[in-house]
């Protein structure tokens, strides 16, 4: 029958965290105005930005842009800045670069009304071009994952009926909360890629695992929105991780991106 949340959401309650979950809606991007939040189609820049690159110098793909004024209204006490845009870029490829890691650009401005909206290098394929949507958004509760040792220490219910619960609460896209894993912690994937491009090392002993997932916190979650003509693989996410101290510090340019599919 249908698996019923409300046990599972008071047992956990304690341990929610908030997210802005978005729901896209096709527009046309001649109808946005400069610097509104939305995914796909082509982005609002500083006029004197440079469209981002990879280090080969291929164009990355725009992904998403937040007016964090509107988000510091519908979450006022978010560890985002109140004001000013975020930018989310990222290349797409076949194979994985060595950190595992997609090569992304997160970028930020304080607010500004030098805006221009930067059209896309013939350089970027089109399949690497996104239809623009509008996001209307709202604040919803979101659950670290089963593995999470405090969620274990409460859990007697069987982890097979418990999925549900994670892809019903944690789904599609949003900024902050906790992730939808489709595979192992995206937490523990970009500790591993931070320590490639810091120290050239890629395993971590075991006593180190759980210390180092506790460091890193979802800043976006894109899902495979085909509204705009976004499939991560098959129906999969891209995670913007980022760790705690540096997202208290608005460093955006320490994200680090993780692609999972099933």
Sequence with gaps: GEWDDGPLEALLKDLAAPAIRFEPQPVREEEMALGRTRIGGQP?????????????????????????????EVMPNS????????????RMCQILPADGALESAVLFTPPTDDLKRKKFPSALAEDDRFGSCSLGGGLVRTYPEQRHEEVTARMEVDEDMLSDFWSDMNMGTHLLGYVNMIQGPPEYEAELAFRFRTTGRVSLRSEEEAKAIEGWCLLFQLDSEEEAGMMWGDAGYLYFMIREEVLQHHRFENVICIFQCS
């Design 44 to 72: 609002d820049l500083p006029s004197q930005r440079s469209w981002p690159l990879t280090r080969s110098g291929k164009p990355m793909s725009f992904l998403a842009q937040f007016d964090l004024g509107k988000m510091n």
């Design 79 to 90: 560890p985002l800045p109140s004001s000013g845009i975020l930018w989310f870029m990222s």
